[in-house]
């Protein structure tokens, strides 16, 4: 009989090393299958079981998050929710990620490699990192002093700085507060859809994610072209240019807001925002070169990413004579993001050199080490230093004796450009107020900030409408704040 | 190992020969170390979890050493010479068993499973005691086969009279107390194995007819064997307790090819095993679902209703990996209600990782082991199928649970032996180990130690 007892041993030892053999087919070998088996609710449970790294503004969070107990158990706070929304975006155990909080995930969520010191021990133990934090470029103050500015108007603010392409300020307007989004209760269902039933859509990042027509802002682009081209040798020689200037090829007749500017010099015209000179001055450079300048500053390209993507900017390439007059006062086809037309000041400011703007600073650990920095990217030549060095002065003169002098900052040089955008069927929509313009101390050796705003302001009286009267100030209070705040 | 069944040795060694080394210190050492063990276990959890070592764990870990301290006691006075590994890998298992319950608790706030389990697992080492002082001799049993038969049959048709609980008809419900009949009458029906077959085993063996090379014995010794066999699978069956069928119908091959030494049994023994399995998988909705859930763990993901209990089980595994995740820190309370019984040790391999998962696996297999080792140092034939049918009754009862939570086989829900929930469980198991003890005494008490058993 105990042979017997053997083999039944035997048997059992069988089905031992059957179990076994099961167990590591199915915590070795398929493993990582079913941990990424999007039914399985453990990479949403580790995910929110850990606190999310934070992002910074001046050093400060601008994030946080609470413990809830729940088996989701952190969800996001911000501290200043609506100031900060076109920055941070929201991160919602609901509705997914969006700005840095997507851009940054790995980082903030502790997923991302970089924050693992031994990668294969890791691996090895499914440790799960703190989350790290994300070090912003913004600047507290400048950011206040813009969402201060536009008050709750619709519209939005970029400020970048011009030698290294660091973004400043990004706010959009009406704004609403990430938090609401943040955990999965009823609640916010609600906040989700009362939020993109708004009519206004405050979860529109109207800074970098809508274009708006230029208007006459982008006549620092044409101004640039004409310059680079040679079309213009002498700004103050007078130009050819009749007004009203019939556009060509059309009995479409333009004219200016303003009178006189008949055969103007580009500095007066540009002082005065002459549309019959700057749209001739265009006709003149050629679609050729105009594109050309156009994307050189930023325009028609699809990978700006800061690192979130931008909205594409458009100078329409395929356009007729009489269009490229249009387009060549920022009209037509021609739109720009608020960050676009920052990059465009900022380029003037900084010598005819764009630096790409970008966002995030650096990213670090829970513990404070740096994980991985941004820093300035290669610069790019937008236009000749010498166009950029005559641009500059007729900025500046904008601000001193033109139509932008509620810019004026005492103590700094400050240039300017106002425009005023039409749009809609037949111009029939209240005209957006721009200003676009850069800053630089008595006492620093370049420019220290450029910025553009944009003000939708559909409430306001139209004729009031101008970049001068509205965006400037507000443009000059994000100045001042930076030339402030960098002392 | 010598064959010690064939050799013909002396039939009575005088008691005064030398002995095996009784290793009793050995014992106490290895149980002091098991409810370290497990006292370590819930500090793990209460610190995981809280922060703090909970409250209770001093009271559980005084609770449990006490009562393994009572049974190594019974063990000195009564069964001196019994194997010192049995009794602390049932209080390893079961203070385990008891972490990974208490564990799951803190994820249900209103059911608290762990102090029941702790009253039966006092009751269970409680019927140990009970077993290790009173049977001063397994062959005893033998007298009562009969009567073990006649209540195990009892027991299994009891729970038909009360209603069916998820989907099974296994559990009587008196006074608040569930418990599952079926547990119990494993352990007499494996008595009455073993005793029929040890004084039938030669008739079984070399009687009747042969047929197509097959031996045939004759239908009136085969004839109750086979008509009690079918009556408990036939019953199991009508109660949807698929496990327990499964563990009896192996228990009866295994036992009456130890008996009889034909292969022609374990033949004919498995084709029945096939025919009956296909008919049951067939027409059963209930098993041909479980069936159905086997060949494809993620169907209900894909049909959009989420993961089912098995898929949950194999994430729980998966989340693991080789060194777990930590006591206290998985997810399994996923998997649902089954988690404390059916599925206790998907918590077990989220938490402990494969290398705690493999202890556990060996710890079963070094009892089962111990306990066929008793068997082959025997010699009347009822210990050593009584032996031999206990440590299957445990090898397989582990292999059909953890094989079906892992994937491996269809699942059928049965209790992982001292680990799951279960009162009925515990205490059975509290017995086999107490019957174990009982034989592994007489089998190292019985030799002179010139031939290692």
């Known amino acids: 009989m105990a042979r017997y007892i053997r083999h039944a041993a035997c048997f059992c030892a069988l089905l031992l090393i059957a179990l076994l053999v099961n167990a590591t087919r199915v915590q070795v070998f398929e493993a990582r299958a079913h941990d990424e088996n999007p039914a399985n609710r453990r990479e949403n449970i580790a995910r929110y079981g850990l606190r999310r790294g934070d992002i910074l503004v001046d050093g400060r969070p601008v994030t946080g998050s609470r413990d809830t107990g729940e088996q989701l158990r952190y969800e996001r706070t911000y501290a200043d929710g609506p100031l900060f929304a076109p920055v941070t975006g929201f991160a919602s155990q609901e509705y997914g990620t969006t700005l840095l909080e997507h851009t940054e995930d790995g980082v903030l969520s502790g997923s991302d490699p970089l924050l693992t010191p031994f990668p294969l021990w890791n691996d090895f133990t499914r440790r799960r990192n703190p989350g790290g934090d994300v070090v912003t470029t913004i600047d507290g103050a400048a950011q206040q002093a813009a969402f201060e500015g536009l008050a709750g108007r619709k519209g939005a603010v970029a400020a970048v700085e011009p030698t290294t392409g660091r973004i400043l300020a990004l706010v959009s307007s009406p704004s609403y507060d990430p938090g609401v989004l943040s955990g999965n209760d009823p609640g916010v269902a609600r906040s989700w859809a009362r939020l993109n039933a708004d009519r206004d859509k405050p979860m529109l990042n109207r800074a970098v994610r809508q274009t708006y027509p230029p208007g ?8 640039a072209a004409a310059l680079d ?4 040798s002498d700004v103050d020689a007078p130009t050819d240019s009749p007004a009203p200037y019939t556009l060509p090829g059309t009995r479409t007749s333009l004219t200016n807001e303003s009178d006189g500017c008949e055969d103007l010099s580009l500095r007066e015209a540009f002082r005065w925002s002459c549309n019959t000179v700057f ?20 325009f028609n390209d699809y990978s700006l990413r800061i690192p979130f993507s931008v909205a594409r900017s458009t100078f329409d390439p395929t356009v007729d004579r009489a269009q ?7 009209q037509y086809n021609t739109r720009a993001t608020p960050l676009q037309m920052a990059m465009v000041s900022a380029a003037v400011a900084n010598g005819g050199q764009i630096r790409t703007p970008y966002l995030v600073e650096r990213t670090t650990t829970a513990g404070g080490s740096t994980v991985a920095t941004t820093g300035p990217r290669p610069a790019r030549q937008a236009m000749y230093p010498s166009t950029a060095a005559q641009l500059k002065e007729l900025m500046t003169q904008v601000v001193t004796e033109g139509t932008g002098t509620n810019a004026a900052i005492p103590g700094a040089v400050v240039g300017g450009k106002t425009g ?49 009267g509205v965006a400037a100030p507000i443009a000059r209070a994000v100045m001042e704040a930076v030339l402030n705040s960098k002392e | 190992m010598t064959k010690a069944g064939t050799t013909v040795a002396p039939a009575d060694t005088p008691a005064s020969a030398v002995r095996l080394p009784r290793r009793r210190g050995i014992e106490l050492a290895l149980i002091v170390l098991a409810v370290l063990l497990s006292v370590y276990g819930y500090c793990a959890v209460g610190l995981a979890r809280h922060g703090t070592v909970p409250p209770g764990a001093a009271g559980y870990g005084a609770g449990l050493g006490v009562l393994a301290l009572l049974a190594h006691l019974a063990v000195r006075l009564r069964a001196p010479d019994a194997d010192p590994l049995l009794l602390p890998i049932g209080v390893l298992l079961n203070g ?16 608290r499973a762990a102090p029941t389990q702790l009253v039966w697992s006092t009751v269970g080492v409680a019927l140990f005691i009970v077993v290790v002082l009173a049977l001063r001799d397994h062959r005893v049993l033998q007298r009562y086969a009969y009567v073990c038969v006649a209540a195990a049959l009892v027991l299994l048709t009891l729970p038909i009279l009360f209603p069916s609980v998820n989907g099974a008809r296994i559990w009587i419900r008196i006074a608040g107390f569930s418990i599952q009949p079926g547990e119990f009458a494993k352990v007499l029906l494996a008595v009455f194995f073993a005793a029929y077959l040890a004084a039938n085993r030669n008739a079984l063996a070399f009687a009747g007819r042969r047929l197509w090379g097959l031996q045939l014995p004759t239908g009136r010794v085969l004839g109750p064997l086979l008509a009690i066999w079918l009556i408990s699978v036939g019953v199991l069956v009508l109660e949807r307790d698929l496990g327990t069928s499964l563990l009896f119908f192996g228990l009866f091959v295994v036992l009456l090819y130890v008996a009889t030494g034909l ?17 049951v998988g067939w027409l059963e909705p209930h098993v041909h679902s479980r069936v159905e859930d086997w060949l494809h763990p993620f169907a209900s993901i894909e049909a959009g209703l989420g993961p089912n209990q098995l898929a949950q089980s194999l994430f729980s595994f998966a989340a693991g990996g080789v060194l777990g995740t930590g006591l206290g820190l998985g997810h399994s309370v996923l998997i649902g209600f089954a988690a404390k019984s059916d599925f206790i040790l998907a918590t077990a391999g989220e938490e402990l990782g494969l290398a705690g998962l493999s202890a556990i696996f060996l710890l079963y297999g070094l009892l089962v082991e111990r306990g066929y080792r008793a068997g082959l140092a025997l010699r009347d034939p009822f210990g050593r199928l009584l032996a031999t049918g206990l440590a299957s009754i445990v090898a397989l009862q582990v292999f059909v649970i953890a094989g079906g939570v892992g994937g ?3 699942l059928t829900g049965m209790a992982m032996p001292f680990l799951a929930q279960g009162g009925s469980s515990v205490v059975t198991n509290w017995a086999i180990v107490a019957l174990l003890i009982r034989v592994s005494d007489s089998a190292r008490g019985q030799y002179d130690g010139t031939e290692a058993p």
Do not use: C
Not at chain 1, 229 to 232: C, F, K, L, N
Not at chain 1, 442 to 455: F, I, L, N, Q, T
Not at chain 2, 96 to 109: A, H, K, N, S
């Open chain 1, 216 to 223: 006459s802002t982008f006549k620092v682009v044409t101004a």
């Open chain 1, 229 to 232: 081209a040679g079309v213009v």
């Open chain 1, 279 to 298: 749209a001739k001055l265009g006709v003149d450079v050629g679609v050729g070169d105009m594109t050309a300048t156009a994307h050189a500053f930023g």
């Open chain 1, 324 to 330: 490229l007059a249009l387009s060549s006062i920022g």
């Open chain 1, 420 to 468: 005023t955008a039409q749009h809609g069927i037949g111009n029939a929509g209240t005209p957006y107020a721009w200003f676009v313009s850069w800053a630089q101390g008595d006492r620093d050796v370049e420019p220290k900030v450029a910025v553009a705003v944009v003000v939708e302001d559909a409430a306001a009286d139209r004729g009031d409408i101008t970049g001068g």
């Open chain 2, 96 to 111: 385990l068993g008891l972490v990974l319950i208490y564990r799951l608790d803190l994820e249900t706030p209103g059911d």
């Open chain 2, 263 to 279: 292969t022609g049994w374990i033949a004919l023994g498995l084709l029945l095993a096939a025919v009956g399995a296909f008919a």
């Open chain 2, 408 to 410: 491996l086989i269809p």
